[in-house]
Nanobody, 122 residues
Framework: VQLQASGGGLVQAGGSLRLSCAAS????????MAWFRQVAGREREHVAA???????YYPDFAKGRFSISRDNAKNTVYLQMNSLKPEDTAVYYC?????????????????WGQGTQVTVSS
């Protein structure tokens, strides 16, 4: 599967963005999907995960602010980000893992999109 992330941009603190990740190929519904983010010089960080069975997992910083969802008919996964903070500034990546769980582990994901930049100004 190939992944194409989009929707990043510049937003003021407190604002919202919705990222999209379009997947090519077949059997999208069998893939667990996730979002990660990375700041230059730092390790890639898990943001949200959604299993093929619709189980979700969020790290503490994302709970209550970020929401992951999918539209299997459109082969797309979304990340709705609200109440954005300057520390959310990063390149956001989507990832896929066929038949996997809603794992936060980077090495569990086989397929990665190219990343989309999110910048939150103070």
């Amino acid at each position: 599967v190939q992944l194409q992330a989009s929707g990043g941009g510049l937003v003021q603190a407190g604002g919202s963005l919705r990222l999209s990740c379009a997947a090519s190929g077949r059997a999208f519904s069998t893939y667990s999907m996730a979002w990660f983010r990375q700041v230059a010089g730092r390790e890639r960080e898990h943001v949200a995960a959604l299993s093929w069975g619709n189980n979700t997992y969020y790290p503490d910083f994302a709970k209550g602010r970020f929401s992951i969802s999918r539209d299997n008919a459109k082969n797309t996964v979304y990340l709705q980000m609200n109440s954005l903070k300057p520390e959310d500034t990063a390149v956001y990546y989507c990832a896929a893992n066929q038949w996997g769980s809603s794992t936060s582990e980077i090495h569990d994901y086989e397929y990665w999109g190219q990343g989309t930049q999110v910048t939150v100004s103070s």
